[in-house]
């Protein structure tokens, strides 16, 4: 029989296929169910850390500055990310408001910041018991930041209020998109198996578990 | 998993079930995530989950999602209020955005998880490889349908001039967030390779 290292599962349907180094850049895809299964990315930690440190820069700008001005008949009133949530909090909409806090404003920060930690340990090779834990819960998280349907709810806004009042574009609109690109980079810039990989070749669990079994 | 063999539900990697098995708690020496061979209970929860989506989409479609004040008047809409009102402005393009996100994407979901369920129960063998990649398209989409409620965050914060004109939000929100957050659930819960056990 094979050994375990030569075969892989398909994640879609487990069939079993002979595992294949994939060429960079581009897709294999599972003969039965047609689900990706090797999508070899290049340079993926060196990526990731740039786009990682790019985001978190622009994040606080993005949330806390206002995104737009709006005038109209000599009123003025301006509103960020953050005012969006407390919006909802102060009309009592609680779980709306939760939802909202961890879709919009918390999870694309836990998001770039474990995939930051993340990358740069891997980067300089240093391995801490927490590693894989910190890399599964990026994983996870990547579904429920919504940064990328916020800036398209913001532009259908941005439409629905230009017929009522002229619009300012502020420094925060910007900062925002910039965090929506960097954060859709980081995903196209990940490949997790890389990241498995190597933190298996530097965890000194890992190998000493080879050894002794229980 | 008929070769004995596990593969691990977050970092992939194979390992050779009959080692592992015979503790009652086993993790995987890459990644430390739990191991299963399927995800557990996987369509009981599903099933379980739809239903309430079901049961909340419709206090979700039928109160009103959003109040606008304008000078002195209240009025409130529900979510086909909003769209009807965009074609009526002519507004083509972010109707039909505002429609696919909130109405059509739901249902879709909750539509397309069922089919899957069924042909699951009753051993359907037809167009496995087309319902693997519906679920993979559902698993996808799910997240786009918060595109409503960003709109009535935004629009709340930002049109809020008192008694000129302001917007705030009504009870359907959070009915519509909790669909939501359930379908996101049940696509997450589902594992795919259910389809091809049976």
Known sequence: ?214 | MAAGLISCHDCGKLLNGSEISNDSYSVCPRCNGDLHFRKQNSIGRVWALIITSIILLIPANLLPIMRVDFLGTQEYSTIMDGIIYFFHAKDYGIGLIIFVASVLVPLFKIIGMIIILLSIKFKWKRGLRHKTTMFRFIEFIGRWSMLDIFVIALMSTLVSFGGLSSTTAAPAATYFCAVVVCTMFAALTFDSRLLWDA
């Open chain 1, 1 to 214: 029989m094979t050994s375990t290292t030569d075969l892989i599962a398909c994640p879609g349907c487990d069939l079993l296929l002979k595992k294949i180094e994939g060429v960079a850049g581009k897709k294999l895809f599972c003969p039965r169910c047609n689900t990706v299964l090797i999508h070899r990315k290049v340079n993926s930690i060196n990526k990731v850390l740039a786009i990682t440190i790019g985001g978190l820069i622009a994040y606080i700008p993005a949330i806390f500055l206002p995104l737009l001005s709006l005038n109209t008949m000599g009123m003025s009133q301006s509103g960020s990310v953050f005012d969006a949530f407390l919006t909802f909090h102060t009309q009592k909409y609680y779980i709306v408001a939760v939802i909202v806090f961890i879709t919009s404003i918390f999870f694309p920060l836990l998001n770039l910041s474990l995939l930051f930690s993340v990358s740069l340990q891997l980067k300089f090779r240093r391995y801490s018991r927490s590693l894989p834990l910190l890399f599964r819960t990026a994983c996870h998280m990547d579904e429920w930041g919504m940064p990328d349907v916020y800036l398209i709810a913001l532009l259908v806004s941005i439409i629905k209020i230009n017929s009522m009042a002229t619009i300012e574009y502020n420094t925060g609109f910007f900062c925002f998109i910039f965090l929506v690109f960097m954060t859709r980079a980081a995903t196209s810039a990940l490949d997790a198996e890389i990241f498995w990989r190597k933190m298996e070749e530097i965890s000194p669990i890992s190998q000493d578990r080879n050894h002794d079994v229980q």
